[in-house]
């Protein structure tokens, strides 16, 4: 019978969004086929179903998703009572359930619904599923033991309706309160409680989200400054100069549109950053001339200004009524709305409550999964080069709020911090000297041309190029170059890896890497290999990116280490040396490298699988196997494959990405001290967060958690 686990809530206002997304993280780690089920649903867009499709890659037919509106529900009850009612959402409920391996479901919002002892209802479909429970308890604007009242109440009240409950989350508790109202709780119920604080960036609307529903008209901006959460209100009425210190960072500033003084000052502090402002909504149906919108532009370039029929004070009573909301739209409030789950929910523990048997195959998500929660069981420090880079900033917000690692980001301090505020990133930053509090993660800003430690790097690195005539005056210019100042930072022990290549060229970062990290005692090169998440599989392929034509001595080299990096990430290695012919069919140099490249493998890695020369599709697909290498224990299942050159692996790893649609991690650099590792220029924000999580995770040592 298919195990699913059913999120509820006691009432409105619980924000549970956060712990549904929560879940299905957690049930996506486990297993490939997780289905969802929505008992009752109103009309209108599911806006948390579109979400979870998007995230996580969802083939489930929207028309499965739900079991019957609200109004249909309320009728049939009505008409017929509640079993009638139960009967037909169970009938639903299988009808789905056994295409699945676990059930995600989601229950019924309080909201309007019309249908009596709603709690009772759940808790009963919950029972006929078969499902195990997770209830949230709304916290919002209550003391701590307000709270923990409300979560005793509410586990007593489904424990006695025969309900499994695995865990308690009181969610949207406010600061001072969570910390108190998690010490009270403590071990005084037999589940595990968690506390999830009121999170501003979630109850905050975006510029988007406001602009939909007053149904403004777009004047200036464009889509990053339309993402940026809006945190407060400033009305305008007064004069500039009363005006500028009224305004908050994250503010919408409000004012008759006929206000041009005002437009332009508010955009005007927030080009200085002083503070950053999410924009300006203009009232009266009234906007200011071309002239003043052309001097807006340039003052804050993508900066949202919009305009609404309406007078200022109906306006602010719509505002009031605003709360950000989840949705496939808002990527970002879903990295936030993870990180605060993860970060204050024991993922491990409340994972073996979910009971979910794991899937025997790694699945792409999965693998994605992994890399986030290997990297955060021993937090590493990431250099970032390229800290103005949008991407770059973008997926630095992702892994501070998901905990991945600590960063560093190289570049001029007042651009970094202009920059994120111009895209709505959120960077908890620590100024000179500042200690962190807390245990999450955080990120420090360091401009290499003012550093003290510039002198000190270019001391080191004219030593080190000493017998190429490197001197003092020559390599303190060298060092001030980002990739040469984050690759002395990891030489040093200042960062634990680095990251590059978003805007640089991969010789850019990799040249560095050669010069001053250098390659580890056991390997004569440095080689690349690319992580291939297939629809059903994981694949390495090595070397596509670094070593255009290696020898035989070389070849023999990428498999090993590329055995390795296999291995370290969760792909058991079974190796493929790929060739134009299979086994004794060919003959030629190239063959020939491959067939001695392969012996050599053998000599070193006595335990090691490795088949070659073989053929792609004999070292992939078990029916060709069977025919050209019958009894292989590589033939037919090879999980690494090292290419004979560059044309090749390079060639193929792009084809099957194009073709295949697969997620191409990489390149990871292997061989080196250190680890160091190149992005791809086209990169978008995920990669950049998968590629750092495998630096840390390689930074973690050979195991995880091991010093770097």
Same mark, same amino acid.
Request: glycine fraction near 12%.
């Given at each position: 019978m298919t195990r699913s686990v059913y999120v509820t809530g006691i009432g409105r206002g619980?924000? @549970? *969004? #956060?712990?549904?997304?929560?879940?299905?993280?957690?049930?996506? @780690? *486990? #297993?490939d086929r997780v289905g969802v089920f929505r008992p009752l649903v109103h009309d209108g867009p599911d806006r948390l179903y579109d979400l979870l499709r998007s995230r996580y890659?969802?083939?489930q037919p929207a028309g499965t998703v739900f079991g019957l509106g609200y109004d249909e529900a309320t009728a049939l009850q009505a008409e017929r009572g509640q079993d009638a009612l139960v009967e037909r959402l169970v009938e639903r409920y299988h009808e789905v359930a056994g295409d699945y391996e676990t059930m995600l479901v989601l229950g019924t919002d309080y909201a309007d619904t019309q249908l009596p002892a709603e709690l009772?209802?759940?808790a009963r479909l919950a029972n006929e599923f078969g499902a195990r429970v997770i209830p949230v308890v709304p916290g919002g604007g209550q003391l701590a033991e307000s709270v923990a009242a409300e979560v005793r109440n509410a586990y007593h009240a489904f424990d006695a309706l025969g309900c499994e409950v695995i865990a308690m989350i009181a969610n949207r508790v406010r600061g001072g309160e969570a910390a108190a109202a998690a010490r009270d709780l403590g071990e005084r119920l037999p589940v595990p409680v968690y506390v999830l604080p009121e999170e501003p960036a979630l109850s905050a609307p975006t510029v988007a989200q406001i602009k939909d529903a007053l149904g403004a008209e777009l004047l200036l901006g464009d889509p990053s400054g339309l993402a940026r959460d809006v945190r407060d209100f400033v009305f305008g009425g007064a004069?500039?100069?009363t005006f500028l210190p009224a305004l908050t960072e994250n503010c919408l500033v409000v004012t008759p549109g006929d206000r041009a003084d005002l437009v332009v000052g508010s955009l005007a502090a927030h080009a200085a950053g002083s503070p950053p402002i999410a924009g300006v909504l203009l009232t009266l149906g009234e906007h200011p001339g071309a002239e003043t919108l052309a001097l807006a532009t340039r003052l804050a370039p993508g900066s949202p200004v919009l305009t609404v029929p309406g007078r200022s004070f109906p306006t602010a009573a719509e505002l009031s009524a605003l709360e950000g909301k989840l949705t496939a739209a808002t990527p970002r409030k879903a990295e936030i709305a993870l990180g605060l789950f993860e970060n204050h929910v024991d993922a491990d523990r409340l994972s073996e409550r979910l009971a979910v048997v794991g899937s025997a195959r790694v699945t792409p998500m999965m693998f994605e999964h992994q890399l986030v929660q290997r990297s955060r069981a021993a937090r590493r420090h990431i250099v970032l080069p390229e800290g103005t880079e949008e991407r770059v900033l973008r997926a630095a917000e992702v892994l501070l709020r998901r905990g991945v690692c600590d960063l560093t980001l190289l570049g001029d301090g007042d651009v970094v911090r202009k920059r994120a505020a111009e895209l709505g990133v959120d960077l908890p930053v620590l100024g000179e000297g500042e200690i962190p509090e807390g245990s999450g993660a955080v990120a420090r800003i360091v401009d290499p041309a003012t550093s003290p430690l510039r002198e000190r790097f270019a001391e080191l690195y004219a030593e080190l190029r000493s017998h190429r005539g490197v001197t003092f005056e020559l390599a303190f210019d060298v060092v001030a170059e980002v990739s040469y100042f984050?690759?002395?930072?990891?030489?040093e022990g200042l960062a634990d890896g680095m990251v590059s290549g978003a805007a640089h060229s991969t010789a850019a970062t990799i040249r560095p890497a050669f010069e001053i990290i250098k390659t580890t005692p056991d390997?004569?090169?440095v080689s690349s290999v690319f992580f291939m998440c297939l629809a059903d599989r994981v694949l390495v392929y090595g070397d596509a990116a670094v070593n255009p034509n290696p020898g035989a001595e070389e070849l023999a080299d990428?498999?090993?280490?590329?055995?390795?990096?296999a291995a370290r990430f969760g792909v058991e290695p079974r190796v493929a040396m790929l060739s134009?012919?299979?086994?004794?069919?060919?003959?030629?140099a190239d063959v020939d490298k491959v067939r001695r490249a392969t012996e050599l493998v053998r000599e070193r890695r006595p335990d090691l699988l490795v088949e070659g020369p073989i053929q792609y599709d004999a070292a992939v697909e078990p029916s060709v196997a069977a025919t050209k290498l019958p009894g292989s224990q590589v033939a037919g299942r090879a999980t690494v494959l090292v290419f004979p050159d560059l044309n090749t692996g390079n060639n193929t790893y792009k084809a099957v990405q194009r073709s295949a649609g697969a997620v191409a991690v990489g390149p990871v650099l292997q061989g080196l001290r250190k680890p160091v590792n190149d992005l791809s220029r086209g990169a978008l924000v995920q990669d950049i967060v998968n590629t750092v999580a495998i630096t840390a995770v390689q930074a973690q040592g050979e195991s995880p958690g091991a010093p770097g």
């Open positions: 619980d924000g @549970r *969004q #956060v712990v549904e997304l929560g879940v299905m993280e957690l049930l996506t @780690r *486990q #297993v890659r969802l083939t009772a209802l759940n004069h500039l100069p984050g690759t002395l930072m990891v030489r390997a004569s090169i990428i498999a090993v280490q590329s055995a390795a990096t134009y012919s299979t086994g004794t069919s060919g003959s030629g």
